[in-house]
């Protein structure tokens, strides 16, 4: 089955340590996002990545870090500069870079702050 | 930068009525519009777009939309809903500018809750 795949499902941070959120696709898209979900706030861009080895930040990105050293593969680090990282983090894919693509979402990583 | 707007946070309708989720957007350039669903806990799936051609545009269980570029809206309806529509609708848009990335701009979310 082809998909998105994102893990855990629900994750803990302790104050002042870096966690990562992972992000897996096989549908040999070129293109990854993480966006962070607030209730009530929508979808906001953290970073994305429109090729291996490449990345641009988003609306978003401070106190957050990503790599890209596999098409697959899109991991997001969550560090202690975040303030506020309490959260729905979503992972999505797109097949290219041509304007209009449909972006395909992850189910979604939960983390929560003790 | 674009800005999306739903302009209901919250939707409630009892089943089997007809429903209508707007959203607009601020673009003046050409864009692409998109309706994603979002059900507890899980992520965004694409419940329709529209690119070009037709401004009625069908997508899965049943909903439609129809884009007005002088109103620069695009509404999505559905004639007869369901319990199980019960969920989060997330509007956005892609403007047909020089960058290569298509980035999405999304919506606040319209929470729709059916009721028996």
């Known amino acids: 089955d082809g998909g998105i795949t994102q893990s855990p499902k629900y994750l803990f941070r302790k104050e002042g340590q870096n966690v990562t959120l992972s992000c897996e696709q096989n549908?040999?898209?070129?293109?990854m996002y993480w966006y962070r979900q607030d209730p009530g706030q929508g979808l906001r861009l953290i970073y994305y990545s429109q090729i291996v080895n490449d990345f641009q930040k988003g609306d978003i990105a401070e106190g957050y870090s990503v790599s890209r050293e596999k098409k697959e593969s899109f991991p997001l680090t969550v560090t202690s500069a975040q303030k506020n990282p309490t959260a729905f983090y979503l992972c999505?894919?797109?097949?290219?870079?041509?304007?209009?693509?449909?972006?395909?979402f992850g189910p979604g990583t939960r983390l929560l702050v003790l | 930068a674009q800005s999306v707007t739903q302009l209901d946070s919250q939707v409630p309708v009892f089943e089997e009525a007809p429903v209508e989720l707007r959203c607009n957007y601020s673009?003046?350039?050409?864009?692409?519009l998109f309706w994603y669903v979002q059900y507890p806990n899980q992520g965004l799936q694409l419940l329709l777009k529209y690119l070009s051609g037709s401004t009625l545009v069908k997508g899965i269980n049943g909903f439609e939309a129809e884009f007005n570029k002088s109103q620069t809206s695009f509404h999505l309806r559905k004639p007869s809903v369901h319990i199980s529509d019960t969920a989060e609708y997330f509007c956005a848009v892609s403007e047909n500018r020089g960058s290569t990335l298509g980035r999405l701009y999304f919506g606040r979310g319209t929470q729709l809750t059916v009721w028996p």
């Open positions: 549908l040999n898209h070129d293109a």
């Open positions: 999505a894919s797109s097949p290219g870079l041509a304007k209009g693509e449909t972006q395909y």
């Open positions: 673009s003046s350039v050409s864009v692409y």
